[in-house]
């Protein structure tokens, strides 16, 4: 109920504040002086996910869902940032703890061409990893870039280092596939696909991310997930595949 109220008071303020910049837009007509001076698009762009679900009374059950990205773009260099972590608990006792960090660079070759480099750290002990450490360096391309839909393809060659809950390790090199659509099929509705597969000696790990978000203003969105990851090798008592189901308020930023 305190969210509900929170959430309606936010989107009530954004319509007040979008009418009262329309109103003041159109009272004072912009000149050619004032659009030369106009503020230069900040190179900072980025986006705060948050999805909470508390139960009481029969069951006690806690569940927090949160995601932030950082990106920063000049020239034909962008850099991106991104930090989730996911913590259930039932009846007071732990039944999900995952986190994950991701750095990624790529540099724009061509007009469809790209070079990146990816950076990755993975704690998810309920999954059997203790920890898990990727690098890998590779080349995209963009193999459609319209108004209202992308896809872009990868291909890369890197290493990775996994630390089991069962104290075994595994250390191999790896092939990385990868590839991304998104498709704003409305001005306020957008859906994005990612399936990345990375495949060594050791194990096969295939994740799949799907998401559709629906603006509520500029700044403000809901955003419904879906993320399927399954692992060819697992600690015996573990499953190979997960899947997460969240439904989270998200933040739009720049600078």
């Not at 949160?66 to 007071?92: C, F, M, R």
């Not at 509705?189 to 603006?215: C, D, M, R, W, Y």
């Not at 399954?230 to 998200?250: A, F, Q, R, W």
Request: proline share 4%; glycine share 8%.
């Amino acid at each position: 109920m305190v969210i509900g109220k929170y959430f309606s008071a936010i989107c009530l303020l954004s319509l007040v504040s979008s009418a009262v910049m329309a109103a003041t837009t159109a009272d004072k007509p912009t000149t050619p002086t004032q659009q030369s001076t106009a503020k230069p698009k900040s190179p900072w762009s980025g986006e705060a996910e948050v999805g909470i679900l508390m139960t009481r009374g029969n069951t006690h059950t806690d569940t927090q869902n949160i995601k932030l990205g950082v990106q920063y773009t000049t020239g034909p260099w962008q850099h991106q940032l991104k930090l989730e972590s996911l913590h259930a608990q039932d009846n007071n006792v732990v039944s999900a703890d995952r986190f994950s960090a991701a750095f990624r660079s790529t540099y724009q070759i061509g007009e469809k061409a790209y070079a990146f480099g990816n950076l990755k750290h993975l704690n998810d002990r309920f999954s059997g990893f203790e920890s898990r450490n990727t690098e890998v360096v590779g080349y995209g391309r963009k193999l459609y870039r319209l108004p209202t839909f992308t896809w872009d393809v990868e291909v890369g060659l890197g290493a990775r280092q996994t630390h089991y809950t069962d104290d075994t390790q595994a250390n191999d090199g790896i092939v990385r596939l990868a590839t991304e659509l998104n498709w704003k099929f409305t001005p306020t509705s957008e859906f994005k696909q990612h399936i990345n597969v990375e495949s060594g000696s050791a194990n096969t790990s295939t994740t799949s991310s799907s998401s559709l978000k629906l603006k509520v203003n500029s700044s403000l969105a809901m955003k419904l997930g879906l993320n399927v990851q399954n692992n060819s090798t697992v600690p015996p008592g573990k499953k190979h595949t997960d899947t997460i189901t969240s439904v989270t308020l998200v933040y739009d930023f720049t600078g």
